[in-house]
């Protein structure tokens, strides 16, 4: 057994299972452009770049590709990336205020859109992102206020919008309780794995409509020895994805 093979003393954490669920969006994914907004989902797309997918593309979020360690890889004109988003050559993960079990995602405002209770992000690039390229979503903290029977404004679109729309796919949704996905008939959200930890009573209560749930739900991927030292002594040294996901 070599150093690299050995079991690291500490066990992985919620955050470190939610890194790899993140991580796993884009296996097999060859060479497109990975667009991870938010600190978890960012490390996810390292960790893919260094293991697995080392044909991903990652850019600085303004006109560069670069490396897992920053350093810049290649130039991003505005054009060559507005064809990666429209011609369905990107896969981004986006955080959500809201999602529905037909995967539409709000982050505008909470209420009537007229007279809204709380004013959030807008729309932005919602629905060019999710019409044009697959999308995913990060939801940091999983709670009824987020899963909705309906959201409020559909900004990201979901299955039961979508009709035509050549590029459209929503792969996973991942939170700090498990990871979802819409391998359903009705393309309803689908119950995919639990992190170790967490019941599907706990999803369940956490949930504010009806969730597909198979007879056997698996528990997510531990992330191995290797991934392990990548993610806290490489990528995320300082463990700030301990911020955004508890121990």
Not at 10 to 23: D, F, G, K, N
Not at 60 to 71: F, H, K, L, S, W
Not at 200 to 206: F, I, K, N, T
């Amino acid at each position: 057994m070599t150093e690299a093979d050995r079991t690291p003393a500490l066990p992985p954490t919620r955050a470190e299972y939610c890194v790899i669920a993140c991580a796993e969006a884009w296996r097999g994914a060859g060479e497109i452009l990975a667009s991870p907004m938010g600190l978890i989902p960012s490390v996810g797309a390292r960790l893919a770049r260094l293991t697995f997918a080392p044909d991903l593309l990652l850019t600085d979020g303004e006109a560069m590709v670069v490396r897992p360690d920053g350093t810049t890889e290649g130039w991003l004109p505005y054009r060559q990336h507005l064809a990666l988003v429209t011609g369905g050559r990107r896969h981004v993960m986006m955080g959500a205020s809201q999602i529905d079990r037909y995967g539409n995602q709000n982050i505008s405002c909470v209420g009537d859109w007229a007279k809204p209770r709380r004013q959030l992000l807008g729309v932005r690039g919602a629905p060019v992102n999710t019409l044009n390229n697959p999308t995913s979503y990060w939801v940091p903290r999983h709670s009824r206020r987020v899963f909705v029977e309906k959201v409020d404004m559909v900004c990201g679109v979901g299955y039961d919008h979508a009709a035509g729309a050549r590029f459209h796919r929503v792969p996973r949704v991942v939170s700090d309780l498990g990871v979802f996905d819409f391998a359903t008939p009705d393309r309803t959200m689908r119950l995919a794995s639990l992190h170790p930890g967490v019941t599907l009573d706990q999803v369940r209560e956490a949930t504010a409509f009806d969730l597909a749930v198979p007879d056997d739900v698996p528990p997510t991927r531990e992330p191995t020895a290797a991934e392990l030292r990548l993610i806290r002594e490489v990528i995320d040294p300082a463990n700030t994805r301990a911020r955004e996901v508890g121990a």
